[in-house]
T-cell receptor, first 110, second 111 residues
Framework: DGGITQSPKYLFRKEGQNVTLSCEQN?????MYWYRQDPGQGLRLIYY???????QKGDIAEGYSVSREKKESFPLTVTSAQKNPTAFYLC?????????FGSGTRLTVV | DAKTTQPPSMDCAEGRAANLPCNHS???????VYWYRQIHSQGPQYIIH???NNETNEMASLIITEDRKSSTLILPHATLRDTAVYYC????????????FGSGTKLNVKP
């Protein structure tokens, strides 16, 4: 089945450590996105990529970095510069007008 | 993109129609109305979208008022599995990267 795989589902890290969240899709979609969701809130756009080797900052890019070396993969690194990294992270891809989401990674920094 | 306003929560009895309202009074002529839903701790799922006309698919119906300032998502026969947060989003038709998800409406379907 085609879809988006985010791993791991739960991730724990110590404060000050960088951590990379994985996002892989087999939908052959060109565009991919990373969103952050805090409890009881909507989704906020972190980064997006419309094509391989290209990506753009979203509304809350500070403290995050991404790469897009392959069409299928769009990993997100949460750096130590991100002041409040504990959140639910969602990856999505797009073909046409609609977004398809993964099941998310819940990151907890202690 | 136009701002949307949704009630924070609604209840619906199982088997009954769920009608979820959304106000988008500043919508412009080339902005689409989208609906997504998010079941707890999962990624949002696309439901339906429209520009001017009412739309229906296997999941739901979308009713857009004639002046396009508001819309209603209708789940014709709500089940317990429809309990979720429903997001109404307005997006420029060419601005594929700007899907703004607000706080949405938490729909509680009760037996």
């Amino acid at each position: 089945d085609g879809g988006i795989t985010q791993s791991p589902k739960y991730l724990f890290r110590k404060e000050g450590q960088n951590v990379t969240l994985s996002c892989e899709q087999n939908l052959n979609h060109d565009a991919m996105y990373w969103y952050r969701q805090d409890p009881g809130q909507g989704l906020r756009l972190i980064y997006y990529s419309q094509i391989v080797n290209d990506f753009q900052k979203g509304d809350i890019a500070e403290g995050y970095s991404v790469s897009r070396e392959k069409k299928e993969s769009f990993p997100l690194t949460v750096t130590s510069a991100q002041k409040n990294p504990t959140a639910f992270y969602l990856c999505a891809s797009r073909a046409g007008q609609n977004l398809t989401f993964g099941s998310g990674t819940r990151l907890t920094v202690v | 993109d136009a701002k949307t306003t949704q009630p924070p929560s609604m209840d619906c009895a199982e088997g009954r129609a769920a009608n979820l309202p959304c106000n988008h009074s500043t919508i412009s002529g080339n902005e689409y109305v989208y609906w997504y839903r998010q079941i707890h701790s999962q990624g949002p799922q696309y439901i339906i979208h429209g520009l001017k006309n009412n739309e229906t698919n296997e999941m739901a119906s979308l009713i857009i008022t004639e002046d396009r300032k508001s819309s209603t998502l209708i789940l014709p026969h709500a089940t317990l599995r429809d309990t979720a947060v429903y997001y109404c989003i307005v997006r420029l038709f060419y601005n594929f990267n700007k899907f703004y998800f607000g706080s949405g409406t938490k729909l509680n379907v009760k037996p």
